[in-house]
């Protein structure tokens, strides 16, 4: 019973072909692509609208340095909340519910935020393992502490992601089975529970378009320290 409910996040294939490579890139083909045309669609110009107001948000806080990343982090909070809203679709696979993919985005991006700050201003970024007016005794500790931190960042990114949306689908397939069970036999508390998993299911989209942005928006503010 528990192996098919996790069955659901594992990644299905079909005649030999994994379909996790399909759904990767199955977002990027529903977006409209703008045309050179003054006019445009309503559903093209809320989109740019959408995209121009995140953008300005994410890159507020960061100089002009930081403004470089401004397309990867727009294109990376948009295929998250593409493949995580599509994953709450009936016979989809959530490809964020892998641990693999999503360290594959949160590593390397983190590795390049803090290689950006020890190339451009490695006083500043060692600076931050170091907090200013710690006594003398607790300098060996706290380098050692700030460190740990530092290397667990993109394992953090990586795992919230993961956990969240791992958790949320595990949870509406539990109350779907309880209220296919419950049905014949309690149809009062059956109806009961099919209601909580629509508030559930409300709940999940939420969640789906809540952490990709969360981990967009942690990663500027670890470019924001090294910039």
Do not use: D
Request: no cysteine.
């Amino acid at each position: 019973m528990m192996a098919n409910f996790f069955s659901q996040f594992e990644s299905p294939s079909y005649m030999g072909v994994p379909l996790i490579a399909i759904a990767i890139v199955l977002p990027w083909i529903l977006f409209p692509t703008p045309s050179s045309r003054w006019i445009n669609s309503r559903l093209i110009t809320i989109q740019g609208w959408f995209i121009n107001r995140f953008t300005n948000q994410l890159m507020l806080p960061l100089n002009m340095g930081g403004h470089k990343w401004a397309l990867l982090l727009t294109s990376l909070m948009i295929f998250l909340f593409s493949i995580n809203m599509l994953g709450l679709l009936p016979y989809t696979f959530t490809p964020t519910t892998q641990l693999s993919l999503n360290m594959g985005f949160a590593v390397p991006l983190w590795l390049a935020t803090v290689i950006i700050g020890m190339r451009n201003q490695p006083t500043i970024a060692l600076g931050h393992l170091l907090p200013e007016g710690t006594p003398i005794p607790l300098i060996p500790v706290l380098i050692i502490i700030e460190t740990i931190s530092l290397f667990i960042r993109p394992l953090a990114l990586g795992v919230r992601l993961t956990a969240n949306l791992t958790a949320g689908h595990l949870l509406i397939q539990l109350i779907a089975t309880a209220v296919f069970v419950l049905m014949s036999m309690m149809p009062t508390v059956a109806i009961l529970t099919a209601t909580v998993l629509f508030l559930l299911t409300l709940l999940e989209v939420a969640v789906a378009m809540i952490q990709a942005y969360v981990f967009v928006l942690l990663l500027s503010l670890y470019l924001q320290e090294n910039v």
